[in-house]
């Protein structure tokens, strides 16, 4: 079965601050896609970033960074220099790899950034 | 251009009230689908359409019916809500987008969702 732990329930830190966000999945299929979501305070689900599970090249975007580590089933999440307008809860979440396959989703992480 | 479209976004209901939730997508993507969110669970899949004609049911699909009026259109139903379907429902579609593989989703707004 497919599952994604995202062990950290909340997390508060302070502006300027680095703060990593833990994604842990499982699968047994041999190829697949991870993603991150981002559900402001409003509500709406931001499309962050999608990975497939060939490239395991690190991945940056301004202060957004991402880390997939296929031999530990990691796919965590590194915001750098963090702001207020990054208090959100972050999902990540996995599918299979045909198109219109339904994502599986974490139960979120809610950070918290204060000024 | 709009993306996906939820109505209504607020909705109150008593229990065994019955009521469809409408979605559009103008983004000519071929996969819908419908999620519900309640606090500290994520989001759990009820339906999915993969293609228009299809339907497939998803984590918790129990209480709800679905139909894909068309390309454009998915409809969340619920026969006779329960107060355990109190919960924020979006709606989400995707793909093919020109790339490759499983796309993104793009969601809607959400439907708050009240029964007594």
């Known amino acids: 079965a497919q599952k994604v732990t995202q062990a950290q329930t909340e997390i508060s830190v302070v502006e300027k601050e680095d703060v990593t966000l833990d994604c842990v999945y499982e699968?047994?299929?041999?190829?697949?896609?991870l993603f991150w979501y981002k559900q402001p305070p409003s509500g709406e689900l931001v499309f962050l970033i999608r990975?497939?599970?060939?490239?395991?090249q690190n991945e940056i975007s301004g202060r957004y960074s991402w880390n997939f580590q296929k031999s530990t089933s990691s796919f965590n999440f590194t915001i750098t220099a963090s702001q207020v307008v990054d208090s959100a809860v972050y999902f990540c979440?996995?599918?299979?790899?045909?198109?219109?396959?339904?994502?599986?989703f974490g139960k979120g992480t809610t950070l918290s950034v204060s000024s | 251009n709009a993306g996906v479209t939820q109505t209504p976004k607020f909705q109150v209901l008593k229990t065994g009230q019955s009521m469809t939730l409408q979605c559009a997508q103008d983004?000519?993507?071929?996969?819908m689908y419908w999620y519900r969110q309640d606090p500290g669970m994520g989001l759990r899949l009820i339906y999915y359409?993969?293609?228009?004609?299809?339907?497939d049911k998803g984590e918790v699909p129990n209480g709800y019916n679905v139909s894909r009026l068309n390309k454009r259109e998915f409809s969340l139903r619920l026969e006779s809500a329960a107060p355990s379907q109190t919960s924020v429902y979006f709606c989400?579609?995707?793909?093919?987008?020109?790339?490759?593989?499983?796309?993104?989703?793009?969601f809607g707004d959400g439907t708050r969702l009240s029964i007594l």
């Open positions: 699968t047994r299929d041999t190829t697949y896609y």
């Open positions: 979440a996995l599918s299979g790899i045909q198109a219109g396959t339904a994502l599986i």
């Open positions: 990975r497939n599970s060939f490239d395991e």
């Open positions: 989400a579609s995707s793909g093919p987008g020109g790339g490759r593989g499983n796309q993104p989703q793009h």
């Open positions: 983004m000519n993507h071929n996969s």
């Open positions: 359409s993969a293609s228009e004609g299809t339907t």
